[in-house]
T-cell receptor, first 116, second 113 residues
Framework: EAGVTQFPSHSVIEKGQTVTLRCDPISGHDNLYWYRRVMGKEIKFLLHFVKESKQDESGMPNNRFLAERTGGTYSTLKVQPAELEDSGVYFC??????????????FGQGTRLTVV | AQKITQTQPGMFVQEKEAVTLDCTYDTSDQSYGLFWYKQPSSGEMIFLIYQGSYDEQNATEGRYSLNFQKARKSANLVISASQLGDSAMYFCAMKSGGFKTIFGAGTRLFVKA
């Protein structure tokens, strides 16, 4: 069974440009999450999809970030326009079960975004 | 507020020895789950071990065990017989009530030959 995959693994863009990150969750996982780790800081929750619907987007930093999950399959996270402070590693995760403390999320390898 | 605290930014351990990575948490929820993830240099996040708040016994998975002390709100990870491949970043995490997982700042473990 394929795990969570993210593309690209690395991205270097200039300030003001647009970048789109993609996440393919584990097949059959309705729950998809985006997290971000800025250098030296803890991993922060960005948002959560249940199928194609945004369940919780309380962690999205500002309106330069737009996440979509068309058809409830893969998800994209677009940053437009990118700023220097957006640099970090963006993780995607998916889980099968609904609400509950005993359901671990399976993570992708992350996309390292560098804005210069 | 929910919070995970990892006070050790970096740890060194000699190969074949055991090491304990500290984690304390704060939550007002009665039902919660505690997780440890490993992040090697390749970047992926690997799930290691899970402990439920109502579990009476400490979780174990191979060389990994979780020293769960509920009254002290601690969930330390113990790695026995350390191997060179254990060198990585380790994150303690908690999930309670809702869907999202919160993470600590991480501890970087260095295993010396």
């Amino acid at each position: 069974e394929a795990g969570v995959t993210q593309f690209p693994s690395h991205s270097v863009i200039e300030k003001g440009q647009t970048v789109t990150l993609r996440c393919d969750p584990i097949s059959g996982h309705d729950n998809l999450y985006w997290y971000r780790r800025v250098m030296g800081k803890e991993i922060k929750f960005l948002l959560h999809f249940v199928k194609e619907s945004k369940q919780d987007e309380s962690g999205m930093p500002n309106n330069r970030f737009l996440a979509e999950r068309t058809g409830g399959t893969y998800s994209t996270l677009k940053v437009q326009p990118a700023e220097l402070e957006d640099s970090g590693v963006y993780f995607c995760a998916s889980s099968l079960s609904a609400r509950g403390p005993n359901t671990e999320a399976f993570f992708g390898q992350g996309t390292r975004l560098t804005v210069v | 507020a929910q919070k995970i605290t990892q006070t050790q930014p970096g740890m060194f351990v000699q190969e074949k020895e055991a090491v304990t990575l500290d984690c304390t948490y704060d939550t007002s929820d009665q039902s919660y789950g505690l997780f440890w993830y490993k992040q090697p240099s390749s970047g992926e996040m690997i799930f290691l071990i899970y402990q439920g708040s109502y579990d009476e016994q400490n979780a174990t998975e191979g060389r990994y065990s979780l020293n769960f002390q509920k009254a002290r709100k601690s969930a330390n990870l113990v790695i026995s017989a350390s191997q060179l491949g254990d060198s990585a970043m380790y994150f303690c995490a908690m999930k309670s009530g809702g869907f999202k997982t919160i993470f600590g700042a991480g501890t970087r473990l260095f295993v010396k030959a």
